[in-house]
């Protein structure tokens, strides 16, 4: 059961544990990897949607529908990054598209073909899921995804996530903690979560 508190706090605390929305165990167990990830943001009905954030300038359109970015002899620490999209009122999106892009773990974008960039829909709970890799920190900025986030109707949202505990979030000017992933360790890798809430337009 969530702790009631505004969404802002309960990404600053990261106090809440357990079902949320009563949609959580909708995510499992193994198969989504993350059913014991709080989720992040708290959703309550009528709370404020997913901040938007800058594009920047490495966005490609027309990625390559895939929820696997890992290719073959790619360096890089996995990260499994699952969650679902809500509507103002809480409710699981389905057939929303994400598209994901980000640096690899030396802080380079791929701006000639596609590695490390992918969309993918929601399924019919909302959910989605991304495989890839940890980006790394690089100059001016921490580590960090891209997603766009695009319901079946409505207004597009640009955003970027972001990793707790990194020192480089104290530097990065445009770091909000509003957008910050749950994170967890899974063996090599990482587990990850964001619940993405969409406005109204």
Not at 5 to 28: C, H, N, P
Not at 89 to 107: R, S
Request: one cysteine or more; aromatic letters at 8%; a positive charge.
């Amino acid at each position: 059961m969530s702790i009631a508190r505004t969404r802002r706090r309960f990404v600053i605390t990261g106090a809440a544990s357990g079902l949320v929305l009563g949609i959580d165990g909708a995510l499992g167990g193994p198969s989504w990897g993350q059913g014991g990830l709080a989720a992040t943001p708290a959703c309550h009905d009528g709370d404020e949607p997913t901040p938007r954030q800058t594009e920047g300038p490495f966005f490609k359109p027309r990625s390559p529908e895939r929820a696997d970015l890992i290719e073959p002899g790619m360096k890089g620490r996995p990260i499994e990054l699952t969650g679902f999209v809500l509507d103002p009122a809480c409710k699981p999106m389905a057939h929303a598209l994400l598209d994901l892009w980000q640096a690899d773990d030396a802080g380079d974008y791929d701006n000639t073909g596609f590695r490390l960039r992918g969309h993918q829909y929601t399924d019919a709970q909302g959910r989605y899921h991304f495989r890839t890799i940890v980006p790394a920190v690089y100059p001016g900025r921490t580590r960090h995804f891209h997603l766009k986030v695009q319901p079946a109707t409505g207004r597009l949202l640009t955003t970027q996530l972001y990793f707790p505990d990194e020192p480089a979030n104290r530097r990065d000017g445009l770091f909000r903690k509003e957008l910050l992933m749950r994170t967890a360790q899974a063996g090599d890798g990482v587990d990850a979560r964001f619940d993405f809430v969409l406005g109204n337009r």
